[in-house]
Nanobody
Framework: QVQLVESGGGLVQAGGSLRLPCVAS????????MGWFRQAPGKERELVAA????????YYPDFVEGRFTISRDNAKNTVYLQMNSLKPDDTAVYYC????????????????WGQGTQVTVSS
């Protein structure tokens, strides 16, 4: 199995930046699509970024508005979410996840999940 551990969350003022790392163990994730999700209280968990295996496939939903970047370092079994120009609406628990697929944005394909890290954006 794959174990994922996110970190880097915290309190940041609107307009600020955070970088969230997610370290995988158990096996390398080079054969998985890596995704970042978030969930705010009372809201559904939603995909905020996905990066495919080797096809260069990358996905960001419209609400990201160019502010987020997902990157992966397969040699370190680490995926990052760089978040810039943060807004209060970005406040949520952020999760990294892995899908056994070349590239997918389908929520149901993500089988492995981290425990989440809290991101709070104040105004």
């Amino acid at each position: 199995q794959v174990q994922l551990v996110e970190s880097g969350g915290g309190l940041v003022q609107a307009g600020g930046s955070l970088r969230l790392p997610c370290v995988a163990s158990g096996r390398t994730f080079s054969g998985y699509t890596m995704g970042w999700f978030r969930q705010a209280p009372g809201k559904e968990r939603e995909l905020v970024a996905a990066r495919g295996v080797s096809d260069g496939g990358t996905y960001y939903p419209d609400f990201v508005e160019g502010r987020f970047t997902i990157s992966r370092d397969n040699a370190k079994n680490t995926v990052y979410l760089q978040m810039n120009s943060l807004k209060p609406d970005d406040t949520a628990v952020y999760y990294c996840a892995a899908a056994p697929a070349v590239f997918t944005t389908a929520r149901e394909r993500y089988y492995y999940w981290g425990q989440g890290t809290q991101v709070t954006v104040s105004s």
